[in-house]
Structure formats: C-alpha cells, structure tokens
C-alpha cells in the first residue's frame, strides 16, 4: 500500500508538528511547507519518500463536507457483527475533524506502517486503509471492510470543540437561544445551555428571494439526476433531460462544484450521487423558506419528496415558480436555524455517548437541514459544499 489516513476529533492542529518530528526525527530529514510534509529517509538507498498533509474542518470546510457523510455512509452500510461497534464507529465519525494524509512513493514496509501507527496514537485518531480497514489508537484492527470485527479495544474520541463550541453573545441572540431550549425541553430533547447562540439579525445577510428559489431548482433538478445513477437509469439520456430544465428555469449557474461535477463527470460514482440525493431535506428546508412548506416538523422522517418534486415540476417557468412563492421572515429562517443548530448537538452528543437519540431524530435530515438553514443566512460566508457542521 501506499496510502495511510489518520482521522481524528481535535480542538485544533497544534501539537502534530511535534508528534511527526518525534516520530520520524531519527534517521529522517523532514521538509515542512505550511500543513504539509516531506519525510526522507538519510538511508542511501532507501528511496521511499513519505508526504504527509494535515487538514482541519476549519482549514478545509469543503472536504469534511463532502466526505463525512460519504465515511458514515460507507460503514453504516457494511454489515457489521457487532451492533455495538458499528455505533462506536459511526459516533467517531461523526466528531472527525481532522485528517492527516499520508502518502509514499513506494509501497511502504513494516518499519514505515509501525510509524503510522505511532502518529495515529498521539493523535488520538484512527487509522483508515485503502480497502476500508479502520485501525483503533492501539494499532488493531477495529473493523475490516467486510464486517468482521477486529481485536481493537476501540473507544470514540471526541474533542470539546465538538460538543461545546464557541461563546458570543446579543441580547437578542440569548433570547432566540432560550426560544429554542424551550421548544427542546417541551420535545425532551437533550440540550446544553453553554452551546453558543447565533449572530442577531442585523449581522447576517438572508439571501434573496430569487438566490434561494433558483438554487432550490438547480438542487432539486441535479437530485433526480443523482436518483439515476443511484438506480444505474440511462445516463446521457437523463443528463440532456435535466441540462435542457435546467436552462428552462434558468439556474444553470446556481449548480455547486459538487453538482457539477457529478452532472458533468464521465464516470460518476453512486457515493457522490448517494449523498447528493440526501439532499431533497436541504431542498425541502429551502422551499419551506420560500414559503412553500407549511412547517418543518421534527427531524425524524423522510420529507415528502413526490410533494417537493410538484413544487416546481408543476411550474412551466421560473417565473411561474417564483410567482407561488411567499418568503418568510428573516427571523423565522434565522430562528429555525438556531433551533436545527441545536438539534444537531443532540445528535451528536447521543453518539458520543452511544444512546439512540431523543424522538429517533435523524441526524442525517438533521444536518441537511442544517446546511440549507446556515447558506440561507450566509453564516461564515461559507459556499453550499462547505457549510461547517460543528456543534
């Protein structure tokens, strides 16, 4: 092999250069160029060269977004032995935010693996092999790709950062906090009042009428798309179809790079369309926005995705669509936003600590939500593919 992947749940990135110059200080040169590493070998034949780079979900916001859920999906998927393991997986999954990439030359030996190992110990991670094997801190396996259970003694790891977050606080922010810890407490969901409140009102941006109706569109119609690579349907027949809608409600340009990567790909994967289709609950969150959804009920079931289709399938024009269209209030958007925020940490925390969550909130719904809500009100300025999923 010549691929290793750390992944770990940390407050911040500080302390890995250390670990990798302990590890690999003897007997290697090491090369540092921002978050990435050259690690040479000072063996006159050993031509091996290692690389290693470090991301964080702050650093690079569109990887942990785009891969995570692919990575939940992946072992949820898998028929593992254990039902117990499968959810200590699954919960340090959903805490990961940070990666170490290591890549060599050649294939890599005992000496090089047994080094790998060692990083993925100080970094409290786990370690991921090509095929899919998930090794724990102890450098056992976890879980092979096939659903046998390795001799790992493996136990989630998750950063405060993950379950705390960051203080800030308006009079008007703790007030739309409170709002939504009463409307968890009437559910009997779990919540934590040091979890940080949002922005008010007059620090955000909702966007326009016409911004959210046309990426409402562009999503819906990538998502049938994304329906039939899923279902292995004619794709150059299905790619004409939803490119000619697309021109036809004019949103061509409201695609992400996600999107248009997988409509425009050569050979798209069922992965990327899989989790591009999870998104009808992002767009059933931005046609509620628009006024087009009565209420956002609790997260615990499937949108109605016949009624979503209808929402514009029913429509011969944008301008038909937008004609139907009643936008909330900045406030509402901004209000559900807060309360999705902290359904998350519900969520999350059940994982952590391995409970099945409140009301069997859906944590996949949940964080769909979540991505609409948070593009809707521009929070970190972050892009569609990007939205941080940090509690």
């Excluded at 970094?123 to 056992?140: A, C, K, N």
């Excluded at 809707?376 to 999923?389: F, V, Y």
Aim: proline letters at 3%; glycine letters at 6%.
């Amino acid at each position: 092999m010549k691929y290793f992947t750390i992944y770990a749940s940390r407050n911040d990135t500080q302390g890995i250069d250390e670990y990798i110059t302990e590890i690999f200080g003897k007997g290697f040169k090491i090369e540092k160029n921002d978050n990435e590493y050259a690690i040479r070998s000072k063996k006159l034949l050993n031509k091996n060269h290692i690389f290693i780079k470090i991301a964080s979900e702050e650093s690079e916001p569109g990887y942990f977004s785009r891969n995570i859920p692919g990575m939940m999906g992946f072992y949820e998927n898998i028929q593992i032995q254990d039902e117990h393991i499968k959810s200590l997986v699954l919960t340090q999954i959903s805490v990961i935010n940070t990666m170490l990439a290591i890549q060599t030359d050649k294939e890599y030996d005992e000496g090089y693996y047994q080094r790998f190992l060692a990083l993925t110990k100080r970094v409290s991670g786990i370690g991921f092999l090509p095929d899919g094997t998930l090794l724990g801190q102890d450098g056992l396996v976890i879980v092979y790709p096939d659903g046998t259970i390795g001799p790992s003694k493996f136990t989630p790891h998750a950063c405060t950062n993950k379950i705390r977050g960051t203080e800030s606080k308006t009079t008007e922010g703790e007030e739309r906090k409170q709002k939504s810890i009463a409307y968890l407490k009437k559910n009997d969901i779990p919540f934590i009042e040091h979890l940080p409140e949002l922005p008010p009102l007059t620090n955000i941006q909702i966007r326009s009428q016409e911004e959210i109706a046309s990426r409402a569109v562009a999503l819906l119609l990538v998502i049938q798309y994304a329906c039939d690579i899923a279902n292995e349907a004619d794709l150059k027949e299905s790619r004409e179809f939803v490119l000619n809608l697309l021109k036809q409600y004019k949103a061509v340009e409201y695609m992400t790079e996600n999107e248009r990567h997988l409509l425009f790909g050569s050979q798209p994967s069922k992965e990327e369309a899989i989790q591009i289709s999870w998104q009808y609950e992002a767009f059933w969150t931005l046609i509620w926005a628009l006024g087009l959804v009565e209420t956002l009920q609790l997260p615990n079931q499937l949108c109605d995705c016949d009624y979503a289709i209808q929402t514009v399938s029913s429509c011969n024009t944008f301008e038909d669509f937008l004609s139907r269209i009643q936008m909330r209030s900045g406030q509402e958007i901004l209000d559900e936003a807060d309360k999705v925020y902290r359904l998350h940490w519900a969520c999350v925390n059940a994982r952590v600590r391995g409970e099945a969550p409140a009301h069997d909130l859906n944590e996949s719904i949940v964080m769909e939500r979540r991505r609409a809500l948070f593009w809707l009100i521009q929070a970190g300025h972050e892009s569609w593919d990007q939205i941080s999923m940090d509690t």
